[in-house]
């Protein structure tokens, strides 16, 4: 609960966890149920499949967003009469095929997310994926421009859940100190998605007309449907816990501290014992004669333990312990379309209009500033390198597309950099601060990007402007492709951990947001670049992006005070959640 003291709200779980114990062992955050359903249960290398198979599908969100702009001197030919269609005027509307798509994968998910935290991951990864796959079918055989241009908007549409579908399944399956190195695998997947879409589409388009990268994406898309339809359960759980809450034993005068098993063990001996409970009644119906030895060892420590409540209370306490463990659901009530369960009580309405409130808080407003730069910026790049490499060094959009190259290894590298590299910063400060876990405590890790993001702007401008050996532009490619893996997934994660139960709204906020100005970011580039140059316009851009990540200075040293503080806020008190 959050108590007011003048205008600062002081909330305790607001993204301040007791993640150490005093010993230094792990608190598992959030806590698990005794569910073997509970995907926080699921085995280890489950939960990194569930992972890998979410991560195809965000690398399938920009697979078709970005990789046909690769051929787009192609695709304005077909859709502009020819080769003696004027390409100059022709480019900048074609073009907008593939802004406007990224508008609506992000804007889009204003609709999607409430549906999503309402009535599960998995009704809305088929629908989602669905409309992708027929969207992108409608792509590859439209002739029109306003045909295509209205498949592009859709396909984004549907393309886009799966940005606020990924978080949100992390979020299910992975534990707090887990989530650094699978949120820098889904980063990965949706900045890489880009350089992977636009190196396959380059091979595509030596023998083959652009339209073919729209089947392959079709096949692609439709492999992932099956995927998400007979090996991906429900993640979203409604969890509820048969223990005593912490105090209950002292708190409740009806007790008699009793000397049991329930109050000696820890957790996980419950949960050993508790299987022992269910192997004792499977074996009180087989012959004597096949029951083997090992359980009288249980029984023995009953017995001890039923003595010494007698010696100690002066009468028996104990009472064996109920399993505490439901049965486990059967594969094919798993692989339903929908649960039956709503997954909250909040309304459709409040979680759509959430976003409104949540994008003016300072770290998911910096945050979104963050991502909305290096995306931006990122997608600019993407629509107008082919025809900027085509101009400057006579590439053909295979060659072109081998460029995105040092773009993917800029992505590859970045998962550790901001998975394991974050994890680690966090943790040091963690241990410095007696065991209590600060969401700022990630940031100075995005130090890195400080450097990259600015540094690979410039190498990309000047290389086009003085025409440089074409490494120069491509090495500047990798930078800004590392700088988004990395400094997003810095910042992404510190929103979640810091507004963790309405983190689906808070990556609504980021992605909705950022795709609007993204939008405008990237829709005037091409007029920045034609007026200034590229030197002086990536310089720019560069500096932009330098001063927003070194945002992260005052984030770290006083986040934690305008978290709270700016929930106080007037304009901002419709978005409350329950913990608040």
Same mark, same amino acid.
């Given at each position: 609960?959050?108590?007011?003291?003048?205008?600062?709200?002081?909330?305790?779980?607001?993204?301040?966890?007791?993640?150490?114990?005093?010993?230094?062992?792990?608190?598992? %955050?959030?806590?698990?149920?005794?569910?073997?359903?509970?995907?926080?249960?699921?085995?280890?290398?489950?939960?990194?499949? %569930?992972?890998?198979?979410?991560?195809?599908?965000?690398?399938?969100?920009?697979?078709?967003?970005?990789?046909?702009?690769?051929?787009?001197?192609?695709?304005?030919?077909?859709?502009?009469?020819?080769?003696?269609?004027?390409?100059?005027?022709?480019?900048?509307?074609?073009?907008?095929?593939?802004?406007?798509?990224?508008?609506?994968?992000?804007?889009?998910?204003?609709?999607?997310?409430?549906?999503?935290?309402?009535?599960?991951?998995?009704?809305?990864?088929?629908?989602?994926?669905?409309?992708?796959?027929?969207?992108?079918?409608?792509?590859?055989?439209?002739?029109?421009?306003?045909?295509?241009?209205?498949?592009?908007?859709?396909?984004?549409?549907?393309?886009?859940?799966?940005?606020?579908?990924?978080?949100?399944?992390?979020?299910?399956?992975?534990?707090?100190?887990?989530?650094?190195?699978?949120?820098?695998?889904?980063?990965?997947?949706?900045?890489?998605?880009?350089?992977?879409?636009?190196?396959?589409?380059?091979?595509?388009?030596?023998?083959?007309?652009?339209?073919?990268?729209?089947?392959?994406?079709?096949?692609?898309?439709?492999?992932?449907?099956?995927?998400?339809?007979?090996?991906?359960?429900?993640?979203?759980?409604?969890?509820?816990?048969?223990?005593?809450?912490?105090?209950?034993?002292?708190?409740?005068?009806?007790?008699?501290?009793?000397?049991?098993?329930?109050?000696?063990?820890?957790?996980?001996?419950?949960?050993?014992?508790?299987?022992?409970?269910?192997?004792?009644?499977?074996?009180?119906?087989?012959?004597?004669?096949?029951?083997?030895?090992?359980?009288?060892?249980?029984?023995?420590?009953?017995?001890?333990?039923?003595?010494?409540?007698?010696?100690?209370?002066?009468?028996?306490?104990?009472?064996?312990?109920?399993?505490?463990?439901?049965?486990?659901?059967?594969?094919?009530?798993?692989?339903?379309?929908?649960?039956?369960?709503?997954?909250?009580?909040?309304?459709?309405?409040?979680?759509?209009?959430?976003?409104?409130?949540?994008?003016?808080?300072?770290?998911?407003?910096?945050?979104?500033?963050?991502?909305?730069?290096?995306?931006?910026?990122?997608?600019?790049?993407?629509?107008?390198?082919?025809?900027?490499?085509?101009?400057?060094?006579?590439?053909?959009?295979?060659?072109?597309?081998?460029?995105?190259?040092?773009?993917?290894?800029?992505?590859?590298?970045?998962?550790?950099?901001?998975?394991?590299?974050?994890?680690?910063?966090?943790?040091?400060?963690?241990?410095?601060?007696?065991?209590?876990?600060?969401?700022?405590?990630?940031?100075?890790?995005?130090?890195?990007?400080?450097?990259?993001?600015?540094?690979?702007?410039?190498?990309?401008?000047?290389?086009?402007?003085?025409?440089?050996?074409?490494?120069?532009?491509?090495?500047?490619?990798?930078?800004?492709?590392?700088?988004?893996?990395?400094?997003?997934?810095?910042?992404? %994660?510190?929103?979640?951990?810091?507004?963790?139960?309405?983190?689906?709204?808070?990556?609504?906020?980021?992605?909705?947001?950022?795709?609007?100005?993204?939008?405008?970011?990237?829709?005037?580039?091409?007029?920045?670049?034609?007026?200034?140059?590229?030197?002086?316009?990536?310089?720019?851009?560069?500096?932009?992006?330098?001063?927003?990540?070194?945002?992260?200075?005052?984030?770290?040293?006083?986040?934690?005070?305008?978290?709270?503080?700016?929930?106080?806020?007037?304009?901002?008190?419709?978005?409350?959640?329950?913990?608040?």
């Amino acid at each position: 609960m959050a108590t007011k003291s003048g205008d600062i709200v002081e909330e305790k779980s607001l993204g301040r966890v007791q993640l150490l114990t005093e010993s230094g062992e792990r608190i598992l %955050v959030p806590k698990p149920s005794n569910s073997p359903d509970d995907p926080l249960n699921w085995s280890t290398p489950f939960k990194y499949y %569930v992972a890998t198979v979410t991560c195809f599908g965000m690398l399938m969100c920009t697979f078709l967003a970005a990789g046909p702009t690769v051929a787009i001197v192609q695709i304005a030919m077909d859709f502009g009469g020819g080769p003696t269609a004027n390409l100059a005027v022709l480019i900048p509307e074609v073009s907008f095929f593939f802004t406007t798509s990224a508008l609506t994968q992000g804007t889009g998910n204003l609709l999607w997310q409430p549906l999503i935290n309402k009535y599960g991951r998995r009704p809305m990864y088929i629908i989602s994926f669905t409309g992708y796959l027929f969207t992108a079918i409608w792509s590859g055989l439209s002739t029109g421009y306003t045909s295509e241009l209205i498949a592009r908007i859709l396909l984004g549409f549907f393309s886009g859940a799966g940005e606020c579908l990924g978080p949100a399944t992390i979020t299910d399956v992975f534990f707090l100190h887990e989530r650094g190195t699978a949120m820098a695998m889904y980063n990965f997947a949706t900045g890489s998605g880009v350089s992977i879409g636009i190196i396959i589409s380059g091979v595509i388009t030596l023998n083959n007309s652009w339209r073919v990268i729209y089947w392959v994406g079709a096949i692609l898309i439709g492999f992932l449907i099956i995927l998400i339809i007979f090996t991906i359960p429900e993640t979203a759980y409604n969890r509820s816990y048969d223990d005593s809450e912490e105090g209950d034993i002292i708190d409740d005068k009806k007790n008699p501290f009793r000397l049991s098993l329930s109050i000696i063990l820890k957790d996980e001996e419950k949960a050993r014992i508790a299987r022992y409970y269910q192997e004792s009644d499977r074996l009180e119906t087989l012959p004597e004669d096949e029951i083997p030895n090992e359980t009288s060892t249980m029984q023995r420590m009953e017995e001890r333990i039923r003595r010494l409540e007698a010696a100690v209370l002066g009468n028996n306490q104990y009472s064996p312990l109920s399993s505490g463990l439901s049965p486990k659901k059967s594969y094919w009530s798993t692989i339903s379309l929908f649960s039956g369960q709503v997954y909250t009580q909040d309304s459709l309405w409040k979680m759509f209009i959430r976003p409104f409130g949540l994008i003016i808080l300072p770290p998911v407003l910096w945050a979104t500033l963050v991502m909305s730069a290096l995306i931006g910026f990122s997608v600019a790049l993407s629509s107008a390198f082919a025809n900027d490499f085509q101009r400057v060094y006579n590439f053909t959009p295979f060659q072109a597309g081998l460029g995105f190259f040092g773009s993917l290894l800029g992505g590859i590298l970045a998962i550790p950099a901001g998975g394991p590299v974050g994890e680690a910063v966090a943790n040091y400060f963690t241990i410095r601060n007696r065991g209590i876990r600060e969401p700022e405590f990630r940031l100075p890790a995005i130090a890195i990007s400080v450097i990259t993001a600015p540094l690979g702007l410039i190498l990309y401008g000047t290389g086009l402007q003085y025409k440089l050996h074409f490494m120069v532009p491509i090495i500047g490619l990798g930078l800004v492709s590392f700088s988004g893996g990395q400094a997003i997934n810095i910042s992404f %994660v510190y929103t979640l951990d810091a507004y963790g139960p309405v983190s689906g709204e808070v990556t609504i906020a980021q992605l909705a947001f950022k795709s609007i100005i993204g939008f405008g970011l990237s829709a005037t580039t091409n007029s920045w670049i034609a007026g200034a140059g590229e030197d002086v316009a990536l310089g720019e851009m560069a500096a932009i992006t330098a001063f927003v990540l070194l945002l992260a200075i005052p984030m770290f040293f006083w986040g934690a005070r305008l978290r709270r503080w700016s929930l106080g806020w007037r304009a901002v008190r419709f978005i409350r959640w329950e913990e608040v």
